[in-house]
């Protein structure tokens, strides 16, 4: 019989610019005789930060009350804070709300912005800028998109049916189109499907293929090419590996424009850099919605910069 999980409890804290607090809970056997030295120990902060925040009563339990650094090691208590936001150049394009409803928001996403918090990807993310521009509080993303593709993301508004979404996805109940912009190989034969073994490492850039069997599967298919050297593709993913669709294109001698770790990693650009996007774009989405069953079929108003005007992309303009 499975173990029933025990339902997180609410944050005692409110949000920061869409962002919730962090919620740390001791663990078994963690080490430290105090929340304080668990806390110095378990975060990678400097200590006289942890100090300054229990100082300034920024660490609270569960009641919202302020935490005493002194207070004794005790497995399974929780605490909350707000996590030192780091400095986030503004992402300068605009996030298009799509469609809205009680239970659904789908937005067009642009090239650069994160979905969700992750990194040094805090207020800058789609799901903090949605949160605060909505007031929506308690959407959460039901998927996610990578911050360099642009296009479509879906996110829920009541966190009691995010399972349901997320279930359309990981069950692949979701038909999912993209588009990307590439070179144009006269001999590469299209459509074709790609089927191979793709793997990512942990603590590695880039994912690889490998022998084995197949676990990554994009249906491709050729939709114009033009004299200068430029070809549009329809990608259609059967599966979701990380980095498929820019994997796939790269083993066939198409990388797609803008691809800084496809098929070589290049120098990290400057933060602010927003100069030759990613020439990728999550064009459609299509699925039976779990809770109303009504179909929804979004698409993406978004033109791929580099097949609008190759010259403004690679100026960065």
Request: hydrophobic share 40%; aromatic share 6%; charged share 25%.
């Amino acid at each position: 019989m499975r173990r029933r999980r025990t339902p997180t409890p609410p944050p005692p804290l409110p949000q920061r610019d869409g962002v919730d607090p962090v919620r740390v809970r001791l663990p078994a056997g963690g080490p430290g005789a105090t929340v304080r030295e668990h806390l110095v120990q378990r975060l990678a902060a400097n200590p006289a930060v942890i100090d300054d925040m229990f100082a300034a009563g920024e660490i609270v339990g569960a009641d919202g009350r302020p935490v005493p650094p002194d207070t004794p090691y005790a497995p399974g208590l929780c605490v909350w804070f707000h996590r030192e936001m780091p400095a986030e150049p503004p992402v300068p394009f605009p996030l298009h709300v799509v469609h809205q409803d009680d239970h659904l928001v789908v937005v067009d996403k642009p090239h650069f912005l994160a979905t969700t918090p992750r990194g040094s990807h805090v207020r800058q993310t789609a799901l903090a800028r949605l949160r605060h521009e909505l007031g929506l509080p308690q959407l959460t993303a039901a998927h996610r998109l990578d911050r360099l593709t642009a296009g479509l993301v879906l996110f829920t508004v009541r966190p009691e049916e995010r399972g349901a979404y997320q279930t359309l996805f990981r069950d692949r109940r979701v038909h999912k189109v993209y588009e990307a912009v590439a070179p144009h190989d006269p001999d590469l034969r299209l459509p074709r499907t790609v089927r191979s073994r793709i793997v990512k490492e942990r603590g590695m850039l880039t994912a690889r293929e490998v022998d084995g069997e197949p676990n990554a599967v994009t249906h491709m298919e050729r939709l114009a090419h033009r004299a200068d050297g430029l070809a549009r593709y329809r990608l259609v993913p059967g599966t979701g590996q990380t980095h498929q669709l820019r994997v796939h294109m790269s083993a066939l001698g198409v990388p797609i424009l803008g691809d800084p770790l496809y098929p070589e990693v290049t120098a990290p650009v400057p933060a602010g850099d927003f100069r030759r996007p990613l020439q990728l774009l999550a064009r459609e989405l299509a699925f039976t919605d779990p809770v109303t069953g009504a179909e929804h079929r979004f698409t993406s108003g978004r033109v791929l910069g580099a097949w609008a005007s190759y010259e403004e992309w690679a100026a960065g303009q």
